[in-house]
C-alpha cells in the first residue's frame, strides 16, 4: 500500500549521493567533500543565466525556453548544478544549470570520459535510453561527447530496458554503461544512469571520483563534441548487434524453475509497458517460452514519453494500473502485468474468489516468487551450494523467515538495488556466482539471476507467468498460495507513506524531521521501541545512509528515510498481527504518531 502527500511548494531533487547525515541548504555530498550544490547568491545566478543565454545556442528548445524565464525561474534553474551521485543524473527536462538538458548531459559526459581516460587503457561504453522526452537526444549527445575523447562507444539501436545496458556493460566488456532515463518518475523528467565496469550502478566511491572531473570543467568551454552520426561512419561509435539482445533474452529465459515439469501456458494474460520499453523484450520471452494470449494495453503499448493515459508511469500506484484492471476485466484475464518505463520494475493483479481484481504489493510479489524458486530448486535437487538470497533493508522481513525456512542466507542492504548487485558481484569475485538465488525489493524489483546487476522487469515478468501457470495447474491461486505463506509465517502487513517536500524550504524541513526522529522516541501507536537502527553511522558493514529503522514489539517496524531520487520523505511500515484487520488498526495508529513529529 501506498500513499503519497504534498508539502511545500518548490522544486528540489535531492541526490543518491551521501555517506553521512545531509547538511541543511544543499545536497547530500560525500563527507569532507565541496559541496556542489550551495545555493549561488543572486547575482552569480544572473550571471550565469547570461552566459547561457549568449552561449546555449544549438538546442532550440533550451534557447527559446530561456528568454521566457522570469526572476524566480531564473533562480530555480540556475541556483545550484544538477546533482550526480551513484544514480548519476536526475531532474526536470529543461534550460538551466539544475535542469536535464544537453549541456548538462555533456558536461557528466565529458566528466566520466576523463574518469574512464584515466582509468582504463582503452575505454569504452554502453549506452541505452528508453521512451522519455529526449531519451534519444541526450543518448546521442553523450555517444558523441564519448567518441570526441576517444572513448569507443556501443549504442543500442532503439531504445531498451535498463537491465540490457547493464548486460551489454558485461557482455561487451565495456569500461562503463549509461542509460538515459529517469524510471518511473512523471514526464517531466528524465535522467543519466551510470554503470561500472561490471554492470552495477556505480559505487560511491567511483561516484565522488566522476563528481571531482565533472566539476573541473565549464560546461561551456571545456567539453569536447563530435557528431553522431559521424561517428557512425567512421567507427568510433558502433550500434550493439542484435545477438547481444538474443543473448540478454535467452538469459532471461534460462531463469526458468520448471526443470522439465509441464504445465498450462494458456493463461490469459493481459500486459502494459506504459508506454515505455518492455513491449518488445517482455512480449518475445513470453512467446518464446510458449506464452501467447497475451493482450497488450493498447493506450499503452507504444512508446510514449508524455505518458498520457497515466501521469505517474510507476506500477507501485493503482492509478498506473488502472486501464490494465478494465482491459483485464474486459478480457477476462487470468493475470494482469505492467512494467514501468525502463523495464525494471514490474507491478501485477490477479483474480480474488469474488472475481474482481486484487494488486499485489512488491513485497507480496517478492515472497511468492522467493517461495516458489526455492521450493523448485530442493524438488529438483537444484539448490546450490551455500545459497544466498538478497533483500534491503526495507523489504518486509517475512522474506527473510521464508529464506531461513528454505536454508538460503540472507544478505540485507540499504534502499537501491545497485546495493544487491554489489553484493552479487561480491559473491562472484569470490567464485560463488551460483550461491545467489533471488533478490527484490518492496518497490517492486526482482532479479532471479547473476546476468546483470539490476533489477529486470523482463526477468520478473516471465518468472511471475511462470509461477502463475505452475500454480493454476494444480488449481491454486497466488492469492491461495499468498494466505498458505501467510499461515505458515504470521500475518504481515507492509505499507508505505510517501511525503513531498518540494523546494530549498522543503528540503530544510526533511532534514529537521530527521532529526526530530532522532530524538528518543519511545513508541508508535502503543508499541514500545525495542531497538533504533540509524545507518547514518554505518551498521553492520553498510555505507553510512541517511535511514532510521526502529525495531518495535511485537514483530513490527517502521522505516523512516528521504528518498534518494525524488523531494520526498518515505516511511515504511510493517506490522504482524492474527489478521488483516488487526494489522490495518495498528498501522493507522503507527501513521498517526510518526506524522505528530512532522510538526
Not at 25 to 48: L, T, V, Y
Not at 100 to 111: E, L, P, R
Not at 212 to 220: G, S, V
Not at 401 to 423: D, M, P, S, W
Amino acid at each position: 500500500e501506498i500513499t503519497t502527500r504534498l508539502v511545500g511548494s518548490e522544486m528540489c531533487i535531492r541526490d543518491s549521493l551521501h555517506t553521512g547525515l545531509p547538511r541543511r541548504g544543499h545536497r547530500c555530498s560525500p563527507a569532507g567533500q565541496k559541496p556542489h550544490g550551495m545555493r549561488k547568491i543572486k547575482m552569480d545566478i544572473k550571471k550565469e543565466y547570461e552566459r547561457w543565454l549568449a552561449n546555449a545556442t544549438v538546442d532550440a528548445d533550451v534557447a527559446a525556453e530561456l528568454k521566457t524565464l522570469d526572476d524566480a525561474k531564473i533562480e530555480d534553474a540556475f541556483y545550484r548544478d544538477l546533482a550526480f551521485g551513484t544514480g548519476g543524473l536526475r531532474g526536470v527536462i529543461g534550460a538551466g544549470t539544475n535542469r536535464m538538458n544537453i549541456y548538462t548531459v555533456a558536461k557528466a559526459s565529458q566528466g566520466l570520459a576523463d574518469y574512464l581516460k584515466k582509468n582504463f587503457a582503452e575505454p569504452s561504453v554502453a549506452i541505452g535510453y528508453d521512451s522519455r522526452i529526449k531519451s534519444d537526444v541526450f543518448a546521442k549527445v553523450a555517444a558523441g561527447v564519448f567518441a570526441a575523447n576517444g572513448v569507443k562507444v556501443s549504442i543500442w539501436p532503439v531504445l531498451m530496458p535498463v537491465p540490457t545496458v547493464s548486460f551489454a556493460t558485461r557482455y561487451l566488456h565495456t569500461s562503463a554503461g549509461v542509460m538515459v532515463t529517469a524510471s518511473h518518475n512523471p514526464s517531466k523528467y528524465n535522467g543519466y544512469k551510470v554503470y561500472g565496469a561490471d554492470g552495477c550502478q556505480i559505487t560511491t566511491e567511483a561516484a565522488a571520483e566522476i563528481l571531482a572531473e565533472i566539476e573541473k570543467l565549464d560546461i561551456f568551454a571545456d567539453v569536447k563534441y563530435s557528431d553522431f552520426e559521424a561517428g557512425l561512419a567512421n567507427g568510433n561509435v558502433k550500434y550493439i548487434p542484435d545477438e547481444v539482445y538474443a543473448a540478454f533474452v535467452n538469459e532471461v529465459k534460462n531463469q526458468s524453475v520448471l526443470f522439465g515439469e509441464e504445465v498450462n501456458k494458456n493463461v490469459a494474460i493481459v500486459y502494459s509497458p506504459l508506454n515505455g520499453t518492455g513491449l518488445k523484450p517482455v512480449t518475445r520471452t513470453l512467446k518464446e517460452m510458449g506464452y501467447t494470449n497475451i493482450t497488450v494495453v493498447k493506450a499503452q503499448e507504444r512508446p510514449d514519453g508524455n505518458f498520457p493515459t497515466c501521469p505517474y508511469p510507476n506500477p507501485e500506484i493503482k492509478e498506473a494500473m488502472a486501464l490494465g484492471m478494465e482491459y483485464a476485466k474486459k478480457c477476462n484475464a487470468d493475470l494482469l502485468l505492467a512494467t514501468d518505463p525502463d523495464c525494471d520494475r514490474v507491478g501485477i493483479a490477479v483474480k480474488n474468489k469474488a472475481g474482481e481484481y486484487e494488486l499485489l504489493t512488491g513485497n507480496q510479489t517478492g515472497m511468492l516468487l522467493l517461495d516458489y524458486i526455492c521450493s523448485q530448486r530442493i524438488k529438483h535437487g537444484k539448490m546450490s551450494a551455500d545459497p544466498v538470497m538478497i533483500k534491503t533493508i526495507v523489504t518486509m522481513d517475512m522474506g527473510e523467515q521464508i529464506a531461513t525456512h528454505y536454508g538460503l542466507r540472507t544478505i540485507n542492504v540499504l534502499t537501491g538495488f545497485k546495493f544487491i548487485g554489489e553484493q552479487i558481484g561480491k559473491l562472484e569475485k569470490q567464485g560463488r556466482a551460483e550461491s545467489y538465488v533471488f533478490g527484490f525489493e518492496e518497490s517492486y524489483g526482482y532479479l532471479t539471476g547473476s546476468y546483470v546487476r539490476d533489477k529486470d522487469g523482463v526477468d520478473g515478468a516471465y518468472m511471475i507467468c511462470e509461477m502463475f501457470s505452475y500454480y493454476a495447474t494444480k488449481g491454486i491461486s497466488l492469492l491461495d498460495k499468498l494466505d498458505e505463506l501467510y499461515k505458515t509465517y504470521g500475518y504481515c502487513l507492509n505499507t508505505l507513506h510517501s511525503y513531498e517536500f518540494d523546494g530549498s524550504a522543503g528540503f530544510a524541513k526533511m532534514q529537521s524531521i530527521m532529526q526530530a526522529f532522532r530524538g528518543n522516541i519511545k513508541a508508535f501507536g502503543g508499541k514500545k521501541v525495542v531497538k533504533l537502527l540509524d545507518y547514518a553511522y554505518g551498521l553492520d558493514g553498510l555505507p553510512k545512509s541517511d535511514v532510521l529503522k526502529f525495531l518495535l514489539e511485537d514483530n513490527c517496524s517502521i522505516v523512516v528515510r528521504p528518498s534518494g531520487t525524488e523531494p520526498k520523505l518515505k516511511i515504511y511500515i510493517s506490522v504482524c498481527a492474527e489478521n488483516r484487520e488487526a494489522a490495518e488498526k495498528v498501522e493507522c495508529e503507527i501513521v498517526k504518531d510518526a506524522e505528530n513529529w512532522f510538526a
